[in-house]
């Protein structure tokens, strides 16, 4: 007996997978080069052969019904896969390639000064390289894996902990400081964080320090932490910067962190789809941050 599939048509699956990734019906007619009245009626005779709405119509948008989201991840997973498949057996194959997205400090800072190692490892793989300080949908396809500064979850992603932020006094050793009590006298740089909360600023270092008589209102602001870094390095002032991202100079000796407390921050994540993760490119690209990228810590 010949065993026949009972799957729904293959070109209404896949207007489902691109509208429940963009919720709209226009963005994914675009993503499909039809027409958003085509998606809609894929998407109707998808709901008819189930005999149930996966989209909630709304003025503003679609929202994904139970059966919606029920569906949406199994579905998108396994188109991810095929298209995986079949890349790999078209005999004009291009190059293999893998994005990974970070913020534009982290790749400028950790990324960069490590590509050298990514190339040696994978001389079959290209690596492009996504800084943007905006959070990028994985699901869109812009990137394939991302570093992500935060405690979590990632909805919808696997996660797993690359290393840990610390924050602490960032100066150059010319100004000679040794002890808490010299920033009395010593200019103080701010960085205007975008995050909001309990911020590695001056203020939360003073507190834990017990320096309630630091002026940590005063000094130079920026709102780039590496403009502050810059600052630092030239000598115009203290910093509280990110230990980890300002490892190369601390390595080199153009600053220095000259006494505690140590700020603890969130911790860096190596996050993609469940699809992308399980991929043989960007498993490589997960070894190579948590040896060349995190090194030792």
């Known amino acids: 007996m010949i065993r026949r599939r009972k799957l729904p048509p293959l070109g209404a ?5 691109a509208a429940a990734r963009h919720l709209s019906f226009q963005r994914a007619a675009e993503e499909l080069s039809v027409t958003p009245t085509a998606v809609s009626h894929q998407i109707r005779l998808l709901e008819d052969t189930l005999s149930q709405p996966l989209f909630v119509r709304r003025v503003r948008g679609v929202t994904l019904t139970e059966a919606g989201l029920s569906l949406y991840p199994t579905l998108r997973d396994g188109l991810d896969a095929f298209e ?5 057996i078209r005999p004009e194959a291009r190059r293999r390639s893998v994005t990974l997205t970070a913020t534009t400090l982290f790749t400028a800072r950790r990324l960069l000064p490590a590509l050298d190692a990514f190339g040696r490892a994978n001389p079959d793989l290209d690596l ?10 994985l699901a869109s396809g812009k990137a394939d894996i991302a570093v992500r500064y935060a405690s979590g979850p990632f909805e919808a992603l696997v996660a797993e902990p690359l290393f840990a932020e610390r924050f602490g006094v960032l100066c150059d050793p010319r100004l000679g400081l040794s002890h808490p009590r010299d ?6 740089l701010h960085i205007d964080w975008r ?3 309990d ?10 320090a017990g320096m309630t008589e630091l002026a940590v209102g005063k000094g130079a602001r920026f709102t780039d932490d590496s403009h502050a870094l810059q ?14 991202l300002a490892r190369p100079e601390l390595e080199a000796g153009l600053l220095v962190n000259p006494f505690g407390p140590i700020l ?3 911790v860096y994540h190596i996050v993609a789809t469940p699809g992308a993760m399980a991929s043989e490119g960007v498993s490589a690209v997960r070894a190579w941050l948590k040896t060349a990228v995190a090194g030792p810590v």
């Open 13 to 17: 699956l896949r207007a489902f997978e």
């Open 84 to 88: 995986r498949a079949v890349e790999t």
């Open 128 to 137: 492009k390289l996504h800084a943007s300080d905006d959070v990028v949908d």
């Open 183 to 188: 920033l009395l006298s010593t200019p103080l």
């Open 195 to 197: 995050r909001r909360g």
């Open 199 to 208: 911020d590695p600023d001056w203020e939360r270092w003073a507190r834990m």
């Open 231 to 244: 600052a630092a390095i030239a000598g115009y002032g203290a910093a509280i910067g990110s230990l980890e």
């Open 264 to 266: 603890p921050g969130e």
